[in-house]
């Protein structure tokens, strides 16, 4: 079996809407997040400790949930890795992030795999899972 190498900016596009969510995700901004997600029920998303969520609306509500109880929060992605095939691509990365929530500061690590979904108008999320852990 031969496999089929992406082209090297399809890789990029990828790269670059992965960027887009960590820029939103640590901007807050809610707008931003509507723009970066697929808005279907295949949506998932599990942040680290949750149960995970299904459903662009329950997507949604969670981010609402965490921006609203955030005060600060930065992110230095690493270990970044692309895969693609087709219509989807896949990263997978180790988050190093610094965050301000209810007054409370903390540096941690998360592991984080984000699948996206080819659309007209670019890559859009379909699923974020960030488990604890990561280097």
Same mark, same amino acid.
């Given at each position: 079996m031969t496999m089929h190498q992406p082209e090297p900016e399809t890789v990029e596009?990828?790269?670059?809407?992965?960027?887009r969510f960590y820029d939103v995700?640590?901007?807050?901004?809610?707008t !931003?997040?509507?723009? $970066?997600?697929?808005?279907?029920? *295949?949506?998932?998303?599990?942040?680290?400790?949750?149960?995970?969520?299904? !459903?662009?609306?329950? $997507?949604?509500?969670?981010?609402? *949930?965490?921006?609203?109880?955030t005060n600060f929060m930065?992110?230095?992605v690493r270990y970044l890795n692309v895969v693609v095939q087709g219509e989807f691509g896949c990263v997978t990365c180790v988050e190093g992030i610094t965050s301000v929530v209810q007054g409370q500061a903390t540096n941690f690590?998360?592991?984080?795999?984000?699948?996206?979904?080819?659309h007209e108008d670019g890559w859009r999320l379909i699923?974020?899972?960030?488990?604890?852990?990561?280097?």
């Open positions: 596009e990828i790269k670059a809407a992965n960027q995700f640590s901007a807050l901004d809610i !931003g997040m509507d723009r $970066v997600w697929e808005h279907s029920e *295949r949506a998932m998303c599990v942040h680290p400790g949750w149960v995970p969520l299904v !459903g662009w609306e329950d $997507v949604r509500q969670s981010w609402d *949930r965490i921006f609203d109880n930065q992110f230095q690590s998360t592991f984080a795999t984000n699948i996206f979904a080819r699923a974020h899972h960030g488990s604890s852990g990561g280097g």
